[in-house]
């Protein structure tokens, strides 16, 4: 199969623009869930929207999209304010109530799933695929489904952006403005439902909590505006998702859905590592200049100050005698800042001596200015 | 009298399930004052401050602003919240929070615009942290966090303030830099109300005090509040007198030393 004759592949266009509806909703309010520190909200949501998604199919008696999102949504929604009703009026942590909403939503949905089978309905094939998605079985119409949700959502969320920046950021401060913070966060915990529900046929319930989580984790990396970060968020999630579609047609049996989560993994394991600014290399670069900086002056300062003593046996006994020193005088006399002899009478053969070059007298006489330690002689 | 008291509260009681948090709280701050409120750890300070701004519900009592409810006043009434109720770490610049300030004057659609812009760089000038308009929040140092809460508070151009422990954690220029803004505030008339934790800087920093411990140990002008009896009676085993002399030989005199041992 070439390239032209996938992308003319319908299958495949559906595929696509599902997969990039999939990424702009989940990235967008993934971002404001992982900022509430509600990351694991959409886990919950998607594992509780599997008795809705079994629920429509009953209702509707066949597998009719528009009832088994609507089925989803509100078993989601339902076990989403659940959550919030724990953890309020209960004892229970949020990770508590997180789980226990989360087990008995999906061992609910798991009952209807089997019942349904038993029931040897012949329209019901595939319903099992919500569980890790079947993106080959989305139709033309489904996808205007995920698009017209994903519209509104964003339209939602670009009327009330600053209600729910404030909200997301400082809720007591917000609602001493007046603001309605209660429906504001009502408002977001339903759009991620609404995300959640979007997901399901691509992704399915048990990976789709990745979806919510990996863009916005990857965009904070990268973004220092909430715009900036919901932004890339968006653009985080229509790449996964284009990509794990794109990557599925290669082979035979390649499941679409991990694969549009594995390539959004990739972006947040690339992003982790590298970011300017937060990434871990540039953290581990920035330990290892501040760590030579300190050690230089404190070479040139020891060195200088045995210097000041004139004690000339000594000269430089103070230094450590490990492998980061050595490489640290090293690096000293490259700057021209150290001289380096042998001095086979005072140490022995291997002694090597190290002693400061004018340039090197002056910058630690700076050195020593700067700590404000007095001098000797 | 108490019609020109800036902030009434009558028999106000909070409770966290069946402990009560405040009980039976009486005061009238009056208008144009520097109010301390101090007491010991776990004395409700945070509790009343939000209990009057409707963030904590009470269990019973009134409360009044100006003599109207505090729905009426919101627009009159400004709030700097504890430093460490916020993720620093969200993305997002200092001239972005501090026009948070003005989103409850935008209304519901209305975005800041180069107005907003002005005024929140005016008030990042007063609190002396122009230059950093365009850093993010998460690059600050715990007093800077401070000046941007303290400019926030700023642009809402309010008649009260509340500030919760805004000297707590930050450095002594940092401190310097807040009482002078709070100073040039209450000398234009404004009222502003401090939970405030160091005894040591009370006498010199506000002209009137409240001494809480769940209840009402004394509240008035701080000459006749900070007094050892009322630090006693408030702090009670926790407080160590430096100078008991200066505090017990003549009635009512001010503890001009005071440490908390507790901290």
Not at chain 1, 40 to 53: F, K, N
Not at chain 1, 125 to 154: E, H, K
Not at chain 1, 312 to 326: F, I, K, M
Not at chain 2, 88 to 113: C, E, Q, S
């Amino acid at each position: 199969m070439s390239w032209l004759t996938i992308l003319g592949d319908y299958t495949f266009q559906n595929v696509v623009m599902g997969a990039a509806f999939l990424g702009i909703i989940s990235g967008a309010l993934g971002s404001f869930a992982v900022l509430r520190g509600q990351s694991l909200l959409g886990d919950a949501i998607s594992h509780a929207a599997l008795p809705g998604v079994c629920l429509g199919f009953i209702v509707a008696g066949s597998r009719n999209m528009g009832s088994i999102i609507i089925g989803a949504a509100i078993t989601g929604g339902l076990a989403a304010l659940l959550m919030l009703a724990l953890t309020r009026m209960s004892r229970l942590k949020t990770d508590a109530a997180l789980g226990s909403c989360l087990s008995i939503f999906f061992a609910i949905g798991v009952v209807l799933l089997t019942y349904i089978q038993g029931t040897e309905n012949a329209s019901q094939g595939g319903l099992d695929a919500f569980l890790f998605g079947q993106a080959a079985a989305t139709l033309r119409s489904d996808v205007w489904i995920m698009g017209g949700i994903t519209f509104v959502a964003l339209a939602i969320l670009a009327a009330l952006w600053k209600q729910a920046k404030l909200v997301t950021f400082d809720a007591e401060f917000a609602r001493t403005l007046g603001m309605p913070v209660t429906l504001i966060e009502v408002l977001l915990t339903t759009m991620i439902t609404l995300a959640v529900v979007v997901g399901l046929q691509m992704v399915g319930v048990v990976l789709m909590a990745a979806m919510i989580v990996a863009p916005a984790v990857a965009a904070r990396q990268w973004s220092r505006h909430l715009g900036g970060m919901v932004m890339i968020a968006a653009l985080v999630g229509v790449i996964s998702g284009i990509s794990g579609a794109t990557l599925s047609t290669l082979g035979r049996g390649l499941a679409t859905g991990p694969l549009i989560i594995l390539s959004a993994s990739a972006i947040v394991l690339v992003s982790l590592a590298i970011a300017p600014g937060r990434g871990i290399l540039w953290e581990v670069l920035r330990l290892a200049r501040q760590r030579w900086s300190l050690q230089k002056r404190q070479i040139l300062y020891v060195l200088y100050q045995t210097r000041l003593e004139q004690d000339e046996s000594e000269r430089s006994p103070w230094l450590s005698r490990s492998a980061l020193t050595a490489f640290a005088l090293y690096r000293l006399k490259r700057q021209g800042l150290l001289t380096s002899f042998r001095n086979a009478a005072a140490l022995g053969k291997s002694a090597r001596q190290w002693r400061l070059t004018p340039s090197g007298v002056r910058q630690a006489q700076q050195i020593t200015a700067t700590f404000n330690i007095p001098q000797h002689g | 009298m108490d019609t020109n008291a800036a902030v009434k509260v009558k028999h106000l009681t909070v409770s966290y399930h069946n402990k009560p948090v405040l009980w039976d709280v009486n005061v009238d701050i009056p208008a144009g004052v520097m109010a301390g409120i101090v007491g010991p750890n776990g004395a409700g300070k945070s509790t009343l401050i939000k209990s009057l701004l409707g963030l904590v519900p009470p269990l019973s009592g009134s409360v009044s602003f100006h003599g109207q409810t505090y729905k009426a006043q919101r627009k009159r009434i400004g709030y700097v919240p504890q430093r460490s109720s916020v993720d620093w770490d969200f993305p997002t610049t200092v001239l972005d929070v501090v026009m948070m300030g003005l989103y409850g004057r935008l209304g519901w659609i209305k975005r800041p615009g180069r107005k907003e812009r002005h005024e929140s760089l005016e008030a990042l000038d007063m609190v002396g942290m122009h230059d950093f308009a365009g850093r993010q929040i998460s690059q600050l140092s715990g007093g800077q966090q401070q000046r941007v809460f303290l400019a926030r508070a700023l642009v809402q151009q309010a008649d009260i303030y509340f500030l919760d422990e805004p000297m707590a954690g930050v450095d002594a220029t940092t401190e310097r830099a807040i009482i002078d803004i709070l100073c040039r505030l209450r000398d234009a008339g404004k009222t502003l109300i401090v939970v405030h934790h160091d005894l040591q800087t009370v006498q010199s920093y506000f002209d009137w005090l409240l001494m809480l411990n769940v209840q009402v140990i004394g509240a008035g002008p701080v000459n006749e509040i900070f007094t050892g009896e009322n630090l006693k009676r408030a702090y009670g085993g926790q407080i160590a007198l430096l100078n008991e002399d200066n505090v017990l030989n003549t009635n009512n005199a001010p503890a001009f030393t005071a440490l908390e041992r507790a901290e």
